[in-house]
């Protein structure tokens, strides 16, 4: 795999670079890991979608997203892939099945989608028609999630699963909708929450199905490690199982527990902790089972970690197991537990919901240009101070020390001296750039010869970066690549359309949707449309590591440069924010039919400065009013024209209808 100490050499003439293949891209960009089955590259040097997994038709990236465009939908645009939320559903539950059969277990899998993970109505309609035939529930953490799965779950035999903090209210509605056939299980999370479903009870003289949410011992990993356990947010400790036991059999309410629930934490990588966590909770439901309760499902949460990187390791970007590890282990652990006490093996539920909606999204955005530290070596002037002559003598030596190393049968420098010459010229460079500095705070040198110092050294910083070997850099001439890289301006918030790289540092696929087949031979990370020194994309993937540059193409004015962000369907959309109030972008469910056609399901238009406004409480018609009020004044002060303050007006009008962001049409050739 290429990395930054290796860089592809230049395109040819044509741009095609010579001696590089897409499949030189998709092991660079990891694709050949992450992507697979959805995403992958074609002999155009396009991504393509496959949204049925390894059945059925694929979709090019960059000829979907010109159709688009062609119907007005401008970058930034989020694409959703109604087909991969169900191709990931059926193989969540292919994986239990398989499991269920191989280990002769006397029951089923039932899941249920966290309905927190993404809100939008119509991926939760998605997932309720495809998960149908599984009988596929919802689980909410609030009052509006309630309501929403509420309205959606239909199906008599779907679970949905009540978590979170509950009033009064809450716990009430989950009584009466039980009498409109559905199955609402509220959870116990607090001791203080046992008193109000039993005064409830009594009030409606009608109960809920319980669960019992357990704190378990058992250590989780990763970012969400500290979130289990003595401290953890949710659940009942040990003794205070035990306690609502008693306080249900005293309200004759112990009949209707019939649901253990745990969970260890978000994006689990390594499968060690869901092996401990289930030997635990297993026991423990077996022991409510002796203890008298009815139960029949043990809901082991989520959890189920998504392959970020395509390293499958133990990392944070990462998991060590597969998909059906995760469902052998599930099934064959609950199975041991529950024979030695001669009990009825649980209907096994999980609330996967990164793992079921991160591949179905696809961002992309485009780049607006790109900025760098001054290239190039200055012409020479008459008279120019010292600093700045001792600066040129430096950079010519460095010319001269590559031409020298060019011919290594003339050259008797070693690598190690070579080395050596570089850190010491770098270390010129930077006295004679402070020199230079110095003399411009007490007036020696004017504005234009310090513009030539500082372009001076960093053409010393090009020379030497060119020169650098692959290992053994020290760290201080090691910086000079990530200082001498280009920053890509994006046309995105990263606020808005991927939060979590900001707020927990999540890393995701980051790519070219096009020009694969030629070598991206820049080094760079992007910039967004905030004024945020944190609105940035400067974390990459790299095979089970991560870096701070990701190698690009050249960005050429005259044509588009379209960036795919992928994995990011989960939580991304719902925890987005206004930052600068840049509001959401645009954005479209495709599905695909047999013969490989797509069609536009439902399309969400972006956000309009008018709506981000409205949402700070601003009147977008007052706004105008005032400016119109304004541009009188300014037209009879004589300082606009009447034909200069209709185009304002006009301006400031069809601003107020327009998307938040930049809109650059330009279509790829």
């Known amino acids: 795999m290429a990395t930054p100490e290796a860089l592809p050499t230049s395109p040819d003439r044509d741009g095609v670079a010579t001696g590089w293949s897409v499949a030189d891209s998709a092991a660079l960009y990891g694709v050949v890991k992450w992507g697979e089955p959805y995403f992958s590259i074609n002999e155009k040097g396009n991504i393509q979608?496959?949204?049925?997994?390894?059945?059925?038709?694929?979709?090019?990236?960059?000829?979907?997203?010109?159709?688009?465009?062609?119907?007005?939908?401008?970058?930034?645009?989020?694409?959703?892939?109604?087909?991969?939320?169900?191709?990931?559903?059926?193989?969540?539950?292919?994986?239990?099945?398989?499991?269920i059969d191989h280990y002769n277990y006397p029951g089923h899998y039932q899941g249920v989608f966290p309905v927190k993970c993404n809100q939008q109505r119509h991926v939760v309609e998605q997932l309720m028609e495809s998960g149908r035939r599984w009988n596929f529930g919802l689980e909410?953490?609030?009052?509006?999630?309630?309501?929403?799965?509420?309205?959606?779950?239909?199906?008599?035999?779907?679970?949905?699963?009540?978590?979170?903090?509950?009033?009064?209210?809450?716990?009430?509605?989950?009584?009466?909708?039980?009498?409109?056939?559905?199955?609402?299980?509220?959870?116990?999370?607090?001791?203080?929450?046992?008193?109000?479903?039993?005064?409830?009870?009594?009030?409606?003289?009608?109960?809920?199905?319980?669960?019992?949410?357990?704190?378990?011992?058992?250590?989780?990993?990763g970012r969400w490690g500290s979130s289990v356990g003595d401290k953890a947010k949710f659940g009942l400790a040990i003794p205070d199982v035990l306690a609502t036991v008693e306080a249900l059999r005293k309200a004759n309410l112990l009949t209707e527990l019939k649901l253990l629930h745990f969970h260890v934490g978000s994006q689990i990588n390594d499968i060690g902790v869901i092996k401990d966590a289930l030997q635990e909770a297993g026991q423990i439901y077996a022991s409510l089972s002796q203890l008298g309760a009815p139960m029949g499902y043990l809901d082991v949460g989520g959890g189920l970690g998504v392959d970020y990187d395509g390293s499958r390791t133990a990392t944070a970007a990462s998991k060590n197991y597969s998909l059906q590890n995760y469902a052998n282990d599930v099934v064959a652990t609950v199975k041991e537990c529950c024979e030695p006490w001669g009990i009825q093996v649980p209907t096994l539920v999980s609330e996967s919901g990164r793992a079921i909606a991160s591949h179905f999204s696809v961002l992309v955005f485009d780049v607006?240009?790109?900025?760098?530290?001054?290239?190039?070596?200055?012409?020479?002037?008459?008279?120019?101070?010292?600093?700045?002559?001792?600066?040129?003598?430096?950079?010519?030596?460095?010319?001269?020390?590559?031409?020298?190393?060019?011919?290594?049968?003339?050259?008797?420098?070693?690598?190690?001296?070579?080395?050596?010459?570089?850190?010491?010229?770098?270390?010129?460079?930077?006295?004679?750039?402070?020199?230079?500095?110095?003399?411009?705070?007490?007036?020696?040198?004017?504005?234009?010869?310090?513009?030539?110092?500082?372009?001076?050294?960093?053409?010393?910083?090009?020379?030497?970066?060119?020169?650098?070997?692959?290992?053994?850099?020290?760290?201080?001439?090691?910086?000079?690549?990530?200082?001498?890289?280009?920053?890509?301006?994006?046309?995105?918030s990263i606020f808005r359309s991927a939060p979590d790289t900001w707020a927990i540092d999540q890393i995701f696929p980051v790519m070219p949707i096009h020009r694969l087949n030629q070598k991206p031979d820049k080094l760079g990370s992007f910039a967004d449309l905030t004024c945020d020194s944190?609105?940035?994309?400067?974390?990459?993937?790299?095979?089970?590591?991560?870096?701070?540059?990701?190698?690009?193409?050249?960005?050429?004015?005259?044509?588009?440069?379209?960036?795919?962000?992928?994995?990011?369907?989960?939580?991304?959309?719902?925890?987005?924010?206004?930052?600068?109030?840049?509001?959401?972008?645009?954005?479209?469910?495709?599905?695909?039919?047999?013969?490989?056609?797509?069609?536009?399901?439902?399309?969400?238009?972006?956000?309009?400065?008018?709506?981000v406004l409205e949402i700070m409480e601003h009147n977008p018609t007052e706004l105008l009013e005032r400016l119109r009020v304004a541009s009188e004044a300014a037209i009879r002060s004589g300082q606009l024209g009447i034909k200069d303050a209709s185009r304002l007006m006009d301006h400031l009008e069809s601003s107020l209808r327009q998307t938040t962001y930049l809109n650059n049409k330009a279509g790829v050739n």
């Not at 009052?143 to 978590?163: G, H, R, T, V």
């Not at 008193?195 to 669960?211: D, H, W």
């Not at 010869?449 to 030497?464: F, K, N, V, Y």
């Open 534 to 611: 944190d609105g940035k994309l400067e974390r990459f993937i790299d095979d089970g590591k991560t870096k701070s540059l990701l190698e690009l193409h050249a960005f050429k004015p005259e044509e588009p440069y379209w960036i795919g962000m992928f994995l990011a369907g989960a939580y991304q959309e719902v925890m987005g924010n206004l930052h600068n109030l840049f509001g959401s972008t645009n954005a479209v469910n495709i599905s695909l039919n047999d013969d490989g056609e797509y069609r536009l399901d439902h399309v969400v238009k972006g956000d309009t400065n008018a709506q």
């Open 368 to 492: 607006l240009g790109t900025g760098s530290v001054p290239r190039g070596v200055p012409t020479a002037t008459e008279s120019e101070p010292l600093t700045v002559r001792n600066l040129r003598e430096t950079h010519r030596n460095l010319i001269a020390l590559e031409a020298q190393c060019n011919q290594p049968s003339q050259s008797s420098i070693t690598g190690q001296q070579r080395l050596e010459k570089l850190q010491e010229a770098w270390n010129d460079a930077i006295k004679f750039k402070e020199d230079a500095l110095a003399a411009f705070r007490l007036g020696y040198l004017n504005l234009t010869e310090r513009a030539i110092a500082e372009q001076l050294t960093w053409a010393c910083a090009d020379q030497i970066e060119k020169q650098l070997p692959k290992t053994g850099i020290p760290e201080e001439l090691k910086a000079l690549r990530s200082a001498l890289a280009k920053i890509y301006y994006a046309n995105l």
């Open 49 to 99: 979608v496959s949204p049925r997994g390894d059945q059925g038709p694929v979709l090019d990236l960059v000829e979907l997203v010109e159709g688009l465009q062609g119907r007005n939908l401008s970058l930034p645009l989020l694409i959703r892939f109604d087909n991969i939320l169900e191709d990931r559903l059926k193989h969540l539950h292919q994986a239990f099945e398989q499991a």
């Open 140 to 221: 909410a953490g609030s009052k509006a999630e309630l309501l929403i799965a509420l309205s959606l779950l239909d199906d008599p035999n779907a679970l949905l699963i009540c978590n979170g903090y509950k009033d009064q209210r809450y716990i009430e509605t989950a009584i009466l909708a039980r009498r409109l056939g559905r199955q609402p299980v509220v959870v116990i999370e607090q001791p203080d929450e046992v008193e109000r479903i039993i005064a409830a009870s009594q009030a409606l003289g009608a109960a809920p199905l319980i669960g019992i949410r357990a704190k378990l011992s058992a250590r989780s990993t």
